[in-house]
């Protein structure tokens, strides 16, 4: 690693100027799950290193009009957190899925999102669950639906004098059901072969009033499989309807070849799987109604 | 405990070990209790001093600077900027340093590269400076040109006419290690590329196969994988005013490593010292010097001490991994599946440099093939490569788990083309007493299809299952190590206390532990009254170190020697405080000396022969080694998976191991060494491997070499049949290897059970196992 000059804000306003004062020579760290991971192989290798772990703003899940989640909170909060449970289950779900229960106890959700790795779990929890980003500038706020805030492989719209500050969850639709799937075929400790988060909810006819599908590690960002959910709505939620839509997921999507697979077998599986999650939410938005 | 109908003993590993069995001849305060680590509280509160904690003043950082190249000149090598930058101390190339090579036998390993490089990672450079980041600061600074020069990566196209040389040069080699092989050995044979090719033959191959019922050959690929220890390599050199070279390193076999390094730097022995250090984990990964010597010429340039640790990325990219094999076997049966003969030919991938084993060939490409079943004729050649890749090393059964895989898979193959169960078939080609191994030794102890049928039965082999579940088995036979001089020394103090002084560390494995049991258990005293004093390099007796599982067997010896010695020097100290003759004394069970009409205890005893400067008194203790134990042990492993058709993804659910063991001296250990191995092999079966892409390691940090987690890990059952002990005192044998070697192929043996999909490739990959799913689909 390239030694740094650690800087510790104690409030937002603080790492805001910070970070406008520093820029492209600085980056900011929250668990540092990712970003420790990028310096040591000096991929990054920033002058500044802003910490925010002192932000208490930025810490805390409440619920109003649906979860208002501090970008701080860690994965671990969040996979046992009652509220989260309740109102997010697709979140807690999902969070119970990344690396390790070490790795859980120091990530937080906005650095997940910040870090703009597309082989994340969470990401693809929030899109399909309508999330939102909210991030701040000394010039003020904005909120990003999830599924527009990524824009290549690490990359994301965020600017660089911006914050990512809270994630926001509306509440989730009557009658639907969630699933996350982990492909994990070599070890349960891994980057996904391919994630796939849904939600179904059905309407008082049984059939598919709304769907979402999103999928990790199959593209260059998180995805979200728009033809999937359209060719689902006012269908039927049988297996066979399900399971016909799920090959319509391979035009969202376009995997790279690495350890965990060739980009014809994430391909593969990422139907296998879409089509398992569909099933699986909508067993639970069966039982939910 | 759960006790079998028989003489079986169960070890449940989710309820932690409940059995234990203690002979009649021990005292039950030693040997066969479950007696915790000697070490394990400094372990646990961190006060046990590994080499990386050592603080000397004036300590310096060293840092290498590597080969982006797998085979290039190297043209120029421009240092000026590093050694301007503040803070270093000093900046080396392989012009500073001698031209003498190292290696472990062949010597073939340059301290920095000399004109040229041979793998991706090779040091070419050397920095010592005040900090790690200006030493990594200072390679940035170093400017190297190099011509790219041909490379050669698969040892099979290193062996082709046309190939590249990658060791022009005559390498010299110990003929020592050489002579201790049998078969028929060529080192540097006139093959290109080839460091040793070995034929070993017993009985006529060639004939039997010529006239055979049936023939089945299948050939095998096993990749390289890394060690997977803890700590790094991490040493430290400091030199002092008076010329003594001290050095801290995790090194497996300090006595041996100090005259590797003697004979590398030319300083006598006796004027360098190995410091004893506590080692996190070593697996075999380490024997060899890997940066000591690079570290005491930027000590010796510097004039201050300096220590190096190697990174996560340079023990992937550079450490000394397994060899990768690819394995070709022919069989011929007789028409009653009985093996008739084995041709088997085994190519290891050495990488660049052949030192870092101390040996031609891996014992286990040979020593233990096919060596669980009767197979009168079998003919073996094994050969060790070049190639311009990582140069390997070796690993827990150097050998045998690549050579294991090829084995059970095969057997298995054959099983199942003969239409037979391949329990069966092992059962009916188990070496039993009064056969010879395949390579014609005579053993005793051969409990090879007891050990199956003990696993099969707690397995439930024969029990009914779901579609979509498999069964798999495999075997393996391996004894004791029972080679190398190992010498001990015992001390009894005034206060009665005893030491134990001994020059191996303890790997990890717990072997302090074990050798303080060993010592408790002559005198009939508790573990708590011995000490473990592990001796530097000067002050204690010669060690070969750990390896071929050998330490509590050699080490064993060397302390009923010393034992022995001591108990006959107290008897004369007591016929002497109680005026009979030594033969008169008897040894009570509580370790007290007694007359006729007299006693005395050891404590009292001491305290009056250290008013009269007779105590402290100590005994040494010598092993006497043979080449190999003529006993030997089996383990019999059963693995049930679940694979899923529309991913081919294979879930291990379930683990039965059954081992063949003698006395058991600490069931935690023991339990410890099965478990572990079978952990480490779930990771080659299912996950582990070292990947090259032209030649360079990309599987470079452990988030892409991926060991196994505990939530891989199946639900294991262990099943031990005691009384197999060995010639080692106290009729205990070996553990440490093994649990490690055959599972593999137990688990893609259950694949084929579950699918029909044969996996000839380590590690086991979902998308191969569909490709094979759509293969038999579209031959259908």
Not at chain 2, 157 to 180: L, N
Not at chain 2, 316 to 327: D, E, F, V, W, Y
Request: a negative charge.
């Amino acid at each position: 690693m390239v030694p740094f000059t650690y800087l510790e804000p104690a409030s937002l306003d603080e790492a805001l100027a910070l970070l406008a004062e520093h820029g492209e020579d600085a980056k900011l760290i929250a668990g540092g799950t990712g970003l420790v991971n990028l310096m040591k192989q000096r991929l990054v290798r920033p002058d500044f290193v802003i910490g925010l772990r002192a932000i208490r703003a930025l810490a805390g899940i409440s619920e109003k009009d649906g979860l208002r989640i501090g970008a701080l909170a860690t994965i671990q909060s969040l996979e046992v957190s009652e509220l989260v449970r309740r109102h997010a289950p697709l979140l807690a779900e999902a969070c119970g899925h990344v690396a390790t229960v070490r790795v859980r106890s120091m990530a937080t959700l906005g650095g997940a999102m910040a870090h703009g790795d597309p082989n994340l779990d969470t990401p693809p929890a929030l899109i399909a669950m309508d999330g939102q980003i909210v991030a701040r500038t000394r010039r003020g706020e904005r909120t990003i639906p999830v599924d527009r805030f990524f824009t290549g492989y690490f990359g994301t719209v965020l600017e660089r004098d911006e914050i990512v500050t809270e994630l926001l969850i509306p509440k989730q639709p009557a009658g639907s059901g969630t699933a996350f799937l982990k492909f994990l075929p070599a070890t349960q400790d891994d980057y996904a072969t391919v994630s796939v988060a849904t939600r179904i909810a059905l309407g008082a006819d049984g059939t598919i009033r709304e769907a979402r599908v999103a999928l990790g590690a199959a593209a260059m960002v998180p995805v979200r499989a728009r033809m999937v959910e359209a060719a689902l709505s006012g269908k039927a939620s049988d297996e066979k309807t399900l399971g016909d839509a799920a090959p319509l997921v391979v035009d969202a999507i376009d995997p790279i070849a690495d350890f965990r697979g060739s980009a014809e077998y994430k391909r593969e599986m990422a139907v296998v799987h879409v089509r398992r999650a569909l099933v699986e939410a909508a067993a639970k938005a069966k039982e939910a109604r | 405990m759960v006790k079998a109908p028989d003489t079986l003993e169960r070890a449940d590993n989710s309820q932690g070990v409940r059995c234990r069995m203690v002979a009649a001849s021990l005292s039950g305060k030693a040997v066969g209790q479950p007696v915790m680590r000697v070490d394990g509280i400094a372990k646990v509160t961190g006060r046990a001093l590994y080499a990386g904690d050592v603080d000397l003043p004036d300590l310096l950082s060293g840092r290498c600077l590597r080969s982006p190249h797998p085979s290039a000149r190297i043209v120029s090598i421009n240092v000026g900027k590093a050694k301007a930058l503040p803070g270093v101390r000093s900046v080396l190339t392989g012009a500073d340093v001698p031209d003498t090579c190292y290696g472990r036998m062949c010597k073939d390993i340059p301290v920095l590269a000399k004109g040229v490089v041979r793998f991706v990672g090779e040091k070419v450079a050397a920095v010592a400076a005040d900090t790690v980041e200006i030493a990594e600061a200072a390679l940035e600074l170093i400017d190297v040109e190099y011509a790219e020069l041909p490379a050669v990566f698969s040892a099979e196209e290193a062996m082709r006419p046309t190939a590249p040389i990658i060791h022009p040069e005559a390498v010299e080699f110990v003929p020592g290690a050489a002579a201790s092989i049998h078969g028929e050995l060529s080192m540097y044979p006139p093959i290109p590329n080839v460091i040793s090719r070995l034929r070993v033959r017993h009985g006529d191959a060639a004939s039997a196969l010529a006239s055979a019922h049936k023939i089945f050959e299948h050939s095998f690929a096993v990749p390289s994988v890394h060690q997977g220890y803890i700590e790094p390599h991490t040493c430290l050199v400091a030199i002092g005013r008076d010329g003594l070279v001290d050095v801290w390193v995790a090194n497996k076999g300090p006595h041996i490593a100090r005259t590797h390094m003697a004979a590398a730097i030319g300083v006598q022995e006796n004027r360098i010292r190995f410091n004893p250090v506590a080692i996190g984990g070593d697996f075999g990964g380490k024997g060899s010097l890997m940066d000591t010597l690079v570290c005491y010429y930027l000590a010796r340039a510097a004039g201050r001490p300096v220590r190096m640790v190697m990174n996560s990325f340079e023990e992937l990219t550079a450490g000394n991994p397994r060899h990768s094999a690819s394995i070709t076997l022919r069989t011929a049966v007789d028409p009653d599946a009985r093996l008739l003969a084995i041709d088997a030919r085994v190519i290891f991938n050495a990488g660049a440099y052949g030192g870092f084993v101390p040996v031609p060939t891996l014992h286990g490409g040979y020593g233990e093939l096919a060596g669980a079943y009767r197979v009168p004729n079998c003919a073996i050649e094994v050969l060790r490569v070049y190639t311009n890749t990582v140069p390997c090393g070796h690993m827990r059964a150097p050998g045998a788990p690549q050579v294991t895989f090829a084995v059970e898979s095969h057997i298995d193959m054959i099983a199942h083309a003969l239409g037979l169960d391949p329990v069966e078939m092992r059962r009916r080609n188990a070496i039993a007493e009064g056969d010879l191994t395949p390579l014609g030794e005579k053993r005793r102890h051969l409990r090879c299809r007891e050990t199956i049928d003990a696993g099969a039965r707690a397995f439930g082999w024969d029990k009914p299952k779901s579609p979509g579940i498999g069964r798999g088995m495999s075997t393996y036979e391996h004894p004791p190590g029972n080679f190398g001089l190992s010498t001990v020394a015992l001390t009894i103090g005034i206060d009665g206390r005893i030491t134990l002084t001994l020059g191996s560390p303890d790997t990890g494995t717990g072997f302090h532990t074990i050798a303080a049991q060993l010592v408790a258990e002559h005198f009939a005293v508790s573990v708590d009254e011995v000490e473990i004093a592990q001796g530097d390099t000067l002050s204690s007796g010669f060690e070969a170190g750990a390896s071929g599982q050998r330490l509590t067997t050699t080490i064993g010896q060397a302390i009923a020697a010393a034992a022995d010695r001591m108990k006959q020097d107290l008897a004369a100290l007591a016929a002497e405080r109680l005026n009979c003759a030594p033969s008169d004394i008897g040894i009570g069970a509580d370790g007290s000396f007694s007359a006729p009409g007299a006693m005395i205890d050891r404590r009292t005893l001491m305290g009056w022969a250290a008013e009269r400067g007779k105590a402290p008194l100590t005994c040494q203790g010598e092993n006497t080694p043979g080449r190999h134990s003529d006993r030997t042990s089996f383990v019999a492993h059963f693995a049930e998976v679940a694979v899923d058709r529309e991913t081919g993804q294979v879930r291990l659910r379930r683990i039965v191991t059954a081992h063949d063991v003698g006395t058991v001296v600490n069931p935690i250990t023991h339990q410890g060494q099965i478990e572990g191995g079978l952990i480490q092999a779930v990771g080659q079966a299912m996950s582990e491997q070292i990947v090259l892409k032209d030649g360079a390691v990309i599987t470079a940090h452990l988030g892409d070499y991926k060991l196994p987690t505990a939530m891989d890990i199946a639900e294991l059952e262990t099943i031990l049949l005691p009384g197999g002990g060995g010639t080692a005192p106290f009729s205990t044998t070996a553990i440490g290897e093994m649990s490690n070697v055959a599972l593999p192929a137990a688990i893609t043996n259950a694949v084929f059970d579950a699918v029909g999909v044969r996996l000839v490739e380590l590690p086991i990959s979902a998308e191969k196992v569909l490709e094979g799913l759509r293969a038999q689909a579209s031959a259908a």
